[in-house]
């Protein structure tokens, strides 16, 4: 079995410790902040140890990954130098670590207060397009949301939300004429929605739009 003299200790390939001061072999502890090994501040974690003295240094900004995703398993061909993204990536890809969820996530497109508010709107029936434009979403991103498969962790405890109504421009243009009829001339009011003089006209006689929901 190989081995690397580093002053007052041997280390050797599997992991284990002699140390020529006491004359006796290491026990290593599994660290409770980490998870794991390591032969504490004088030699620190026994992959880093092993890697160092058995693979190469380990370059700033670079780190030491166990393949199989075992924190215990120090087998050196269980161990390799990889960066801190693509750890972190490995990490993600074997379950070994959950994606920060909510606003934590740094690619998060809301905070959770905003989420909550999102909520409150898909809940009263507002649809998606008209909450896109509220909090700078995409409306896909809307009904993501709405269908449980964006930000469930906060949206689940609302239970099913209603589907969203189909976002009709003719509509918010009726609308904006019911404020503007009193004090309009159909002409003026076409102008300024860029509408035919017609469609006012048959909003003024009571003829509205019906709105469906998808």
Same mark, same amino acid.
């Given at each position: 079995?190989?081995?690397?003299?580093?002053?007052?200790?041997?280390?050797?390939?599997?992991?284990t410790?002699?140390?020529?001061?006491?004359?006796?072999f290491?026990?290593?502890?599994?660290?409770?902040?980490?998870?794991?090994?390591?032969y504490?501040?004088?030699?620190?974690s026994?992959h880093?140890?092993?890697?160092?003295?058995?693979?190469?240094?380990?370059?700033?900004?670079?780190?030491?990954?166990?393949?199989?995703g075992?924190?215990l398993?120090?087998?050196?061909?269980?161990?390799?130098?990889?960066?801190?993204?693509?750890?972190m990536?490995? &990490?993600?890809?074997?379950g070994?670590?959950?994606?920060p969820?909510?606003?934590?996530?740094s690619?998060a497109?809301?905070?959770?207060?905003?989420?909550?508010?999102?909520c409150?709107?898909?809940? &009263?029936?507002?649809?998606?397009?008209?909450? &896109?434009?509220?909090?700078g979403?995409?409306?896909r991103?809307?009904?993501?949301?709405?269908?449980?498969?964006?930000?469930?962790?906060?949206?689940?405890?609302?239970?099913?939300?209603?589907?969203?109504?189909?976002?009709?421009?003719?509509?918010?243009?009726?609308?904006q004429f019911?404020?503007?009829r009193n004090?309009?001339?159909?002409?003026?009011?076409a102008?300024?929605?860029?509408?035919? &003089?017609?469609?006012?006209?048959?909003w003024?006689?009571?003829?509205?739009r019906?709105h469906?929901?998808?």
């Amino acid at each position: 079995m190989k081995s690397v003299d580093i002053g007052f200790y041997i280390v050797f390939e599997n992991g284990t410790v002699f140390s020529k001061r006491s004359n006796k072999f290491l026990k290593p502890s599994i660290s409770k902040s980490s998870g794991y090994l390591v032969y504490g501040s004088r030699l620190g974690s026994v992959h880093r140890l092993l890697v160092k003295h058995f693979i190469g240094e380990i370059p700033k900004g670079m780190c030491v990954n166990h393949k199989d995703g075992n924190k215990l398993n120090n087998n050196l061909d269980n161990l390799e130098i990889v960066s801190y993204s693509e750890n972190m990536k490995h &990490a993600f890809r074997n379950g070994l670590q959950e994606k920060p969820k909510g606003e934590k996530n740094s690619g998060a497109k809301l905070s959770n207060i905003d989420c909550e508010k999102l909520c409150e709107m898909l809940l &009263a029936g507002d649809d998606n397009e008209t909450i &896109a434009k509220q909090f700078g979403l995409h409306p896909r991103y809307v009904s993501l949301i709405r269908h449980g498969k964006r930000w469930k962790h906060l949206t689940s405890k609302y239970g099913k939300f209603p589907q969203s109504k189909k976002y009709d421009p003719m509509a918010e243009k009726y609308n904006q004429f019911l404020t503007l009829r009193n004090n309009h001339t159909n002409k003026q009011i076409a102008e300024m929605l860029n509408v035919d &003089a017609s469609t006012v006209s048959r909003w003024r006689s009571g003829e509205t739009r019906r709105h469906k929901s998808d």
